[in-house]
């Protein structure tokens, strides 16, 4: 029997995630709480229902339809009677065949132009029997994950050795404040990186950069240091704190209350890394 997966997004003509032009999958459920994730519906490891409350007129249909008042299942009931669609449910269960026949439609569109498909989320390392038969029905297109590289070193090696290429989060490098606010440790992030490193296999590091956080000169000298040298790295992505990231949080009944200053401007010293001869670049 096909395992299933959970998928929250598939965004196509995707030109920032992985080389060409690429179908992106968002898979659903993350181990980790970074305080500036901007993909909060990509966080819970089940189907959620999303409202846009900001333009509702209260006009009572979904209140009417609901068998569930006291706490949302997220059936859907809900999503076809409201007159102003504000209403969706976030997290679609695919078996790994039904998800790659449905991206393979795409397949001579995306090898034309030197693309293919990029797996991301959420964690999609959190997913990893999906991600294996995946994968298998995948093997005549390029293919891409973006990781926290969050997960154990055997998933982290065996899903890395079926893909083509690799986006890997290096958020910062001191471990106190890496548990902080992101609510993990990143020693086996570390550890997997190590095995990136050594593997052979092209990777970019992606970093997003938090004003106060992880952005210091400090911070990102240390990173450098961690990847001067490896020939399989093709590049450093700086990935700007962006204030909007906020914006989805009341749409799932949750609070963003980030600890540190959403106005501020991020530091964005990628000379920092072209001193160690790595390519850098920010999105």
């Given at each position: ?8 997004d598939?965004?196509?003509f ?8 690429r ?9 980790m709480r970074c ?36 706490k ?31 991206l ?11 693309g ?6 959420g ?6 029997k ?14 891409a994950i973006?990781?926290?590289?969050y997960?154990s ?9 079926k893909?083509d290429?690799?986006m ?9 404040l ?9 020693e ?14 092209e ?8 004003p ?17 040298g490896v020939?399989?790295l ?5 990935l ?40 850098c670049?920010?999105?």
């Amino acid at each position: 029997m096909s395992e299933m997966g959970l998928i929250f997004d598939i965004k196509q003509f995707a030109v920032f995630d992985g080389p060409g032009i690429r179908t992106t999958v968002f898979l659903k459920g993350c181990p980790m709480r970074c305080q500036w994730c901007h993909n909060p519906e990509g966080i819970s490891f089940h189907p959620q229902l999303m409202i846009s409350t900001s333009s509702c007129i209260h006009c009572g249909r979904c209140s009417l339809v609901c068998n569930h008042p006291k706490k949302c299942i997220a059936c859907g009931v809900c999503v076809d009677v409201c007159p102003l669609h504000l209403r969706r449910i976030s997290g679609t269960y695919y078996t790994a065949l039904e998800l790659a026949e449905l991206l393979l439609r795409d397949k001579d569109f995306l090898i034309m132009n030197q693309g293919g498909i990029t797996l991301s989320g959420g964690e999609p390392l959190a997913q990893p029997k999906f991600l294996h038969e995946l994968l298998d029905y995948l093997s005549e297109i390029h293919t891409a994950i973006e990781t926290s590289g969050y997960c154990s070193s055997e998933i982290f090696k065996s899903i890395i050795t079926k893909v083509d290429y690799v986006m890997m989060d290096i958020k910062m490098k001191d471990r106190k404040l890496h548990r902080k606010y992101t609510g993990v440790d990143n020693e086996i992030i570390l550890q997997n990186l190590e095995y990136l490193k050594s593997c052979c296999k092209e990777f970019a590091i992606r970093i997003p950069l938090i004003p106060g956080v992880n952005d210091t000169n400090e911070n990102l000298t240390q990173t450098a240091m961690l990847l001067k040298g490896v020939k399989s790295l093709t590049k450093v992505e700086l990935l700007p704190y962006h204030k909007t990231a906020g914006a989805k949080y009341g749409m799932l009944g949750m609070k963003y209350n980030p600890d540190f200053d959403v106005e501020s401007t991020p530091n964005c010293n990628k000379e920092i890394f072209e001193n160690f001869d790595i390519p850098c670049e920010v999105l």
